[in-house]
Structure formats: structure tokens, C-alpha cells
């Protein structure tokens, strides 16, 4: 059964930096990709990017090229989410999700969302 | 990039009601889209691929159609689980998703 399980919710000041994860199991961790998708409160869904974890490639879409990085550990099938300066904007429930193709595929399995909260 | 154009926003429907709800591609996305559900708190689900394709396990009621820029969901037979909110998406290059359309 495939199966992607997120780190907890958080809670951070504006400037910190934060890693959120997702683990996988149940599938060949290195022949998919694992992405992101941001929900801000009340509104729809956004797509961050994507990684392949056997090597790392990355796509990421231009509203947040820049403003994240996507890393993978292979040796424990963990995707992460990373910024290294949060904004209150920031302020999300952040999805990670599988697609089997980087594009011309859905996100076929979804973890069950990590809240963050940005607030001085 | 390609926007996705969902409508409406929101329908009222009763439980029996045939629903359905559309979505416009900015540019050509031959039949690269998808639909998901959203119930309040948890996670979307897939519902539809490549326009109208049935995800493993959804119900029969749920039928994807179109290609090109034109695409539609809809529910046929309304069940008391089906109020949520739904949202298309394309995956043809850069990934973006319609605005939602909430069921109540």
C-alpha cells in the first residue's frame, strides 16, 4: 500500500528557516516523482514542484522558483521541504504528493497535509 | 504557463441532483487533465485522469468528458459524501489547478 506520512504541523516567527518532511513506503521510492502543493487558508491548491529522488532532479513552477528547495534522502524514502527565511505568507497547509511521470501524470497518492503557521 | 478556468464556484444541489462542473484551458492541454475531491480537513483525492479515466475505487457516478481546452466533471445521482469541493487540473507542462467548485 502505498503510503506517504508528513511531519507535524508547526508553528514559526517570521524569518526562521524550516524542513518539513514526507515519508513514502509501499512503492519503488526512486522510479516516481514526490512534490508539493501549497493550500492557503480558504483557498485552493498551488503546485510548488516536483523531484526525482534516483537523482535529484527538480521542476519547480515560477511563482516559487527560488523561495523553497526540495531535497530527497534516499536511505530513508523521505522527501523535504525546505525555506531558509519564512514569510507570514508562508502561512499554508502544504501537501506532498506522487506522480509517476513529471508531467502528463496526476498526483495519484496524497500525505495527509502539514499545517505551518507563520506569525510573530 | 496554461490557467484552468473552473466554474462555477459553488452549486447548491440536493441528494439525487446531476452536477456538473467545468474547466477551461488557457492553451491546448489535449486530454492531460484531472480531477480531485476535497473534503474540509483532509487531503484531495484523485477522482478522474486524462480527462476520463476512472481512478481505481471511485464510484461510477463521477464521469470526466472533454479535450483540448474544454473539460467537464459530473456527477450523476448526488450522494450525502459527495458535497465537497472539486478542482481540475492540468498536467500538460506546468502543473496548475482550477479554482475549485464547492458542492453544498
Known amino acids: 500500500e502505498v503510503q506517504l506520512v508528513q511531519s507535524g504541523g508547526e508553528v514559526k516567527k517570521p524569518g526562521e528557516s524550516l524542513k518539513i518532511s514526507c515519508q513514502t513506503s509501499g512503492y519503488n521510492f526512486d522510479r516516481s516523482w514526490i512534490g508539493w502543493v501549497r493550500q492557503m487558508p480558504g483557498q485552493g491548491l498551488e503546485w510548488m514542484g516536483l523531484?526525482?529522488?534516483?537523482?535529484?532532479?527538480?521542476r519547480f513552477s515560477p511563482s516559487f522558483q527560488g523561495q523553497v528547495t526540495i531535497s530527497a534522502d534516499r536511505s530513508v524514502s523521505t522527501v523535504y521541504l525546505h525555506w531558509s527565511s519564512l514569510k507570514a505568507s508562508d502561512t499554508a497547509t502544504y501537501y506532498c504528493?506522487?506522480?509517476?511521470?513529471?508531467?502528463?501524470?496526476?498526483?495519484?497518492?496524497w500525505g495527509q497535509g502539514t499545517r505551518v503557521t507563520v506569525s510573530s | 504557463d496554461t490557467q484552468m478556468t473552473q466554474s462555477p464556484s459553488s452549486v447548491s444541489a440536493s441528494v439525487g441532483d446531476t452536477v456538473t462542473i467545468t474547466c477551461r484551458a488557457s492553451q491546448y492541454s489535449s486530454n492531460w487533465v484531472a480531477w480531485y475531491q476535497q473534503k474540509p480537513g483532509t487531503a484531495p483525492k484523485l477522482l478522474i485522469y486524462?480527462?476520463?479515466s476512472l481512478q481505481s475505487g471511485v464510484p461510477s457516478r463521477f464521469n470526466g468528458s472533454g479535450s483540448g481546452t474544454d473539460f467537464s466533471l459530473t456527477i450523476t445521482s448526488l450522494q450525502p459524501e459527495d458535497f465537497a469541493t472539486y478542482y481540475c487540473q492540468q498536467v500538460n507542462g506546468v502543473v496548475s489547478f482550477g479554482g475549485g467548485t464547492r458542492v453544498e
Open positions: 504528493v506522487r506522480s509517476k511521470r513529471v508531467t502528463t501524470y496526476p498526483f495519484d497518492y
Open positions: 486524462a480527462a476520463s
Open positions: 523531484i526525482f529522488p534516483s537523482d535529484s532532479e527538480t
